[in-house]
């Protein structure tokens, strides 16, 4: 626990510390993946999902479509973390059909060749999509994580997030690198 | 200011109101401030604690999300505070995230504490106030705010400006009412005051102090003060009595006392009179017996009539003495000039001639003409020359001289001899009526010339003593 708990802290506020100092050691500097998989979770603070969506079994799934760009890191940052009183699990899969339970879908690079066939699946579920993908939020999904002076940002679509259901907190709005409204109309 | 413990009470009491007020003023309003001073920073802390805490719950997005522009905006937002030196944004684990100063050159003073309260501390003029930064039952960071609090300060300058010109306006008031107090409470003591040293000074009794006529504790010293001069008065009074009563009872003692003297006098008088009648019968039948019948007579008959006849002799004189002496006491006086120089030469004189075998040599040295009753003066002066005519009797060669000199200022005249003398230890009894330091048989007299002379001399008002030693001779003084 103490150890999930040093982590977890450290997964937080190295950056921080980076901006700090200025300067830091390459060993103590996490990956990109590690600083998104921290996001990924976060968002769930975030964000409002419509009170039908709530699954029966009460759990935060956060699920990965396509190919595990993360590893081990998913599990290990979210491990025993909750959000708004529920405990965060992931899941695998790989037809978009299966995210109907998911409340944040994470879709990989891998699924480049038919996110806009994705995206229309996913149309209407209250679900919150985020993917490392290019030109995501142009295409319709809601969070989009881009490279921002070397550190991990993120831009919005507010569209498709009202459309299925989702209200983002303008907390989360002041952070983001763009904020699009509209566009990938599906 | 002069010492106050030796003014008048009125001033006192003045100085007493408004010390008092002013004290009670200063408590009341330092009191006052220091609370004002304690709910102003009080209510600064709240304010500031409110202030991180909305920034703290701004920028939970931006820690968690690792965006510290974000988190600068918000704090951008304390520019329109003025009092706001420095604020910023630390991480959990200590570190800066994010900071704001209103003035670029002022440095953020990093706090030491880590500890998760929140927290407010005072340094001079100025105020640090730490808040954890929670959200979902984690902490995320914490903000501080260093605010200056001169506002606090003015507030103080402010007010204790105020605080002086109610001290000031309520001096007014204070000199007011302690002019009532002074009328109350000053005034029926300085009249005591006045009242007592007017008693001491001028021995008067018989003024008393105006009561106040309020029931307190000034109002019973007058009333015993008034009742302690009454009390003086009455012993005044009865001691004027008692005196008036003594003096009178002396009065009487002594009208009593010389009726009684003069009775005896008038008694010894009229009994020396009344004996001189007798005295002649006897001396007259002895002279005869002796003159007509002496031949017929054995010589012890003679014998007995020759001592009738020097016994009645001697008893005559003494008749006489007694006599002179009760009349120096009784007969007026005549004052006029007297030369005493002039009287002892006619006694001298008259000495020598009763008795032209005796070898006396006198000096009489000649004396201012004084005073005095005449025939008095000259009874003195023969009773001195006489007796030192007599005391000389036993010595060949004698030597009487008559003066006076001057002493302590009065004129002082002597008589002196060279005979017998006397015993110093008994000069007090030569003056003393029939009493005698010689025996009849060694020198014959009565005991009486030097009473008559005292008295003589008292009755001028003046002195007479006598200086001498045995078989030195004797020198009498006397001065009027």
Redesign the interface.
């Known amino acids: 626990m103490l150890r999930l708990r040093a982590w977890l802290t450290c997964l937080l506020l190295l950056p921080c510390c980076l901006y700090a100092r200025g300067a830091a050691g390459p060993e103590a500097k996490p990956t990109e993946y590690e600083v998104e998989a921290a996001y990924l979770f976060n968002f769930g603070k975030f964000v409002a999902w419509p009170a039908a969506a709530q699954p029966a079994d009460s759990r935060f799934l956060i699920c990965v479509l396509g190919t595990d760009p993360f590893g081990p890191v998913l599990d290990r940052t979210i491990s025993g973390e909750t959000v708004r009183g529920r405990p965060v699990q992931t899941m695998r899969i790989t037809r978009p059909q299966d995210a109907a339970g998911c409340s944040i879908l994470y879709i990989s690079g891998s699924e480049s060749g038919r996110l806009s066939k994705i995206l229309s699946v996913i149309q209407g579920a209250p679900v919150l999509t985020v993917s490392d993908l290019p030109d995501f939020v142009e295409q319709g999904g809601m969070i989009q994580f881009v490279l921002h002076d070397g550190r991990v940002r993120f831009e919005v679509n507010l569209a498709p997030a009202q459309r299925n259901g989702l209200a983002m907190s303008s907390e989360l709005l002041k952070v983001a690198v763009q904020v699009v409204r509209g566009g990938g109309s599906h | 200011m002069p010492d106050l413990r030796h003014s008048p009470i009125s001033r006192k009491l003045i100085v007493m109101n408004i010390l008092v007020s002013a004290v009670a003023l200063m408590v009341a309003c330092g009191t006052f401030l220091a609370y004002d001073q304690y709910a102003f920073r009080q209510s600064l802390v709240r304010n500031l604690s409110t202030e991180a805490q909305i920034v703290g719950s701004?920028s939970?997005?931006?820690?968690?999300?690792?965006?510290?522009q974000?988190a600068e905006q918000t704090l951008s937002a304390f520019s329109n505070l003025p009092h706001i030196i420095t604020a910023a944004i630390f991480?959990?684990?200590g570190?800066?995230?994010a900071q704001y100063a209103r003035n670029p050159t002022e440095r953020l003073a990093i706090p030491g504490d880590a500890g998760g309260k929140a927290t407010a501390t005072f340094r001079k003029g100025e105020v640090i106030v730490r808040q954890p930064i929670l959200?979902?039952g984690k902490r995320?960071g914490y903000v501080f705010i260093r605010s200056d609090v001169t506002e606090a300060g003015q507030r103080l300058v402010q007010y204790g400006g105020i605080a002086a010109m109610v001290l000031l306006l309520s001096l007014l008031p204070a000199l007011l009412l302690s002019a009532i107090f002074r009328r109350s409470v000053a005034e029926p003591i300085v009249d005591l005051a006045d009242t007592a040293r007017l008693v001491s000074l001028e021995r008067n009794y018989s003024v008393r102090a105006t009561p106040t006529g309020r029931r307190d504790e000034i109002d019973v010293l007058i009333d015993a003060f008034n009742n302690m001069l009454a009390q003086i008065q009455q012993r005044d009074a009865a001691l004027q009595t008692a005196r008036a009563e003594l003096e009178r009872r002396v009065d009487d003692r002594t009208r009593e006392l010389t009726a009684a003297n003069r009775e005896l006098e008038a008694f010894s008088y009229s009994v020396s009179h009344d004996l001189r009648g007798p005295l002649e019968v006897i001396n007259g039948f002895s002279y005869i017996l002796s003159a007509e019948h002496g031949p017929e007579l054995n010589a012890a008959a003679r014998e007995c009539v020759q001592q009738i006849e020097t016994a009645s002799q001697r008893m005559a004189e003494l008749i006489d003495d007694l006599l002179n002496l009760s009349r120096v006491t009784t007969t007026s006086m005549h004052e006029e000039r007297v030369d005493l120089s002039r009287i002892a030469k006619e006694i001298s004189d008259q000495l020598c001639r009763q008795e032209p075998s005796r070898r006396v040599e006198f000096t009489i040295h000649d004396c201012e003409p004084i005073e005095g009753d005449a025939r008095l003066l000259r009874i003195v002066m023969e009773n001195l020359l006489r007796n030192a005519w007599k005391y000389t009797s036993r010595h060949q060669q004698a030597h009487i001289e008559v003066g006076c000199e001057h002493r302590l200022g009065r004129r002082v005249f002597y008589v002196r001899d060279d005979g017998a003398g006397f015993d110093p230890a008994y000069a007090n009894r030569l003056f003393k009526p029939f009493q005698r330091l010689h025996s009849a048989v060694e020198f014959q007299g009565t005991g009486i010339g030097l009473a008559t002379v005292q008295r003589i001399i008292a009755r001028h008002g003046g002195e007479i003593w006598a200086v001498g030693a045995v078989e030195q001779g004797a020198t009498f003084y006397f001065a009027l």
Do not use: G, K, V
């Not at chain 2, 939970?60 to 510290?68: G, R």
């Open positions: 701004n939970i997005s931006a820690l968690t999300f690792n965006d510290p974000s991480s959990a684990d570190h800066l995230f959200f979902e995320l």
